[in-house]
C-alpha cells in the first residue's frame, strides 16, 4: 500500500479550513443562523368546559356530563346508579353561578311517566321534583333521570352540590342508604 504524499494531506487540510473559516463567516460567527436563541411555542389552553364528577356509587345519585354540542355548553346528567324501586326524587342543585348561567332542563327515560319541575333560586341553586304520579311500580336499576343544560358565562373553577335531597320508593317511603354525588367544573375562556 502506497501512501499518499504529505503535501497532499497538508493541501486537503488547508482547503478544509478554508471551507470552515468561511461558512462561520458566512454565518456571523457561529450559532448556525443569526438572531437571537428561538422561544418555544406556548402550548394553547383549550377552551371550554371541563366537568368532574364526584364518585357514581350503587344505590346512587350522581351527575355526569354529556356530549355537549359545543365548548361554551355544558349537558350535566342526573343519574341513578343501581336503584332499587325509585318512585321520585327531590333536591336542589347548587352550581357556580358565577362561572356558568342554567339555560335548560330535558327530562331523561329513567323515570317513564314521572313529572318534572324546576325552578330556579337565588344564588345559582336549582330546585328539581321528578316524581312519577298515582300508582305505578318504582323502577330499578340506572339511567338518565334529567339533563341540564348550562352555559359559560366566565372563566373559573366552581363546585355543583346536592342539598334538601330525597328519594322515596313505590309506597312513599324514604330510600335509605342513598348516596348523592356532585362534582366540579372549570371553565376556561
Known amino acids: ?47 371550554g368546559i371541563v366537568f368532574t364528577p364526584g364518585s357514581a356509587v350503587a344505590n346512587g345519585i350522581s351527575l355526569a356530563a354529556a356530549t355537549a354540542p359545543d ?6 346528567e342526573v343519574r341513578a346508579n ?8 327531590a333536591f336542589n342543585l347548587r352550581y ?16 317513564t311517566g314521572a313529572s318534572l ?3 330556579e333560586g337565588t344564588g345559582g341553586a336549582l330546585i328539581v321534583g321528578l316524581s312519577k ?27 355543583f352540590s346536592f342539598t334538601n335531597n330525597t328519594a322515596i ?3 312513599a317511603q324514604t330510600l335509605s342508604g342513598l348516596s348523592w354525588s356532585a362534582g366540579t367544573a372549570r371553565v376556561t375562556l
Open 1 to 47: 500500500m502506497s501512501r499518499p504524499p504529505r503535501t497532499w494531506l497538508a493541501g486537503s487540510f488547508l482547503v478544509a479550513s478554508a471551507l470552515a473559516l468561511t461558512l462561520i463567516t458566512a454565518c456571523g460567527g457561529g450559532g448556525g443562523g443569526g438572531g437571537g436563541p428561538t422561544e418555544p411555542t406556548p402550548t394553547p389552553t383549550p377552551r
Open 71 to 76: 365548548n361554551s355548553t355544558l349537558l350535566l
Open 169 to 171: 320508593n313505590s309506597t
Open 96 to 111: 357556580p353561578n358565577t362561572t356558568l348561567r342554567y339555560v335548560r332542563v330535558t327530562q331523561g327515560t329513567f323515570l
Open 117 to 119: 319541575q324546576i325552578a
Open 133 to 159: 304520579l298515582g300508582t305505578a311500580a318504582g323502577t330499578s336499576g340506572s339511567g338518565v333521570l334529567l339533563t341540564l343544560e348550562f352555559q359559560s358565562v366566565a372563566a373559573g373553577d366552581g363546585t
Open 82 to 89: 343501581a336503584v332499587t324501586d325509585l318512585y321520585g326524587v
